[in-house]
């Protein structure tokens, strides 16, 4: 099966200051990849997504960066602002479409 | 912006109760889920749907679990018989690959 982990369960950044958020997962054969933003009482928002055959992705202030060999994901937020806190997980597909596994989730907390 | 849709926000029921979770997916995408999340944990696959069939489900969708798009806009999750622990924000999601939450139904089961 497929375990998704997350090496922090909360990161504390200072605005303006860049988030790196982390993310292992286990198989292999995984080939889609998603972050979400959970903000509280809220559903996952998509942020942003990779295949497997690209290694990084930019979207507005985002990037996403994937290295197969050790199966691990990564989630940069440039110039993080206070509308970024909440806590964010990384989602993975494999060989389907059919069910998304998640990880466990790290809170971002931004401090002014 | 085309977004997912669900009802109720809040649902309280008694243990033993049935109760159905609506969700209305946005209307261009062909797979439906449902996943749930216990308070302060992940969110947990629990069915997808496809073709007007399910596709896949985890093992916590036994036979009190039932899904249905009665229509062809809404997708619904049945729990036949609620227990304590059934209790959590149970979210639906749609997509065509990737997947876009709703913003989830609190169930609370007492």
């Known amino acids: 099966g497929e375990s998704v982990g997350l090496h922090l369960p909360t990161l504390s950044v200072q605005e303006g200051d860049n988030s790196i958020i982390n993310c292992a997962y286990s198989?292999?054969?995984?080939?889609?990849f998603i972050w979400y933003k959970q903000e509280s009482g809220k559903g996952p928002q998509f942020i942003i997504d990779i295949r497997s055959n690209m290694d990084k992705r930019q979207g507005q202030r985002v990037t996403v960066l994937l290295n197969k060999t050790v199966k691990h994901l990564s989630l940069q937020i440039a110039a993080t602002q206070p509308g970024d806190s909440a806590v964010y997980f990384c989602?993975?597909?494999?060989?389907?479409?059919?069910?998304?596994?998640f990880g466990t989730g790290t809170r971002l907390q931004v401090t002014l | 912006e085309p977004e997912v849709t669900q009802t109720p926000s809040h649902q309280v029921t008694q243990m033993g109760q049935e109760v159905i979770l609506r969700c209305v997916p946005i209307?261009?995408?062909?797979?439906f889920y449902w996943y749930r999340q216990i308070l302060g944990q992940k969110v947990e696959f629990l069915v997808s749907f496809y073709n007007n069939e399910i596709s896949e489900k985890s093992e916590i969708f036994d036979d009190q679990f039932s899904v249905e798009r009665p229509d062809g806009s809404n997708f619904t999750l049945k729990i036949r018989s609620t227990k304590l622990e059934d209790s959590a924000m149970y979210f639906c999601?749609?997509?065509?690959?990737?997947?876009?939450f709703g913003p989830g139904t609190r169930l609370t089961v007492t």
């Open positions: 989602a993975v597909y494999t060989g389907t479409a059919s069910k998304l596994t």
């Open positions: 198989n292999s054969a995984s080939d889609y």
């Open positions: 999601a749609s997509g065509n690959y990737e997947q876009y």
């Open positions: 209307s261009n995408h062909l797979y």
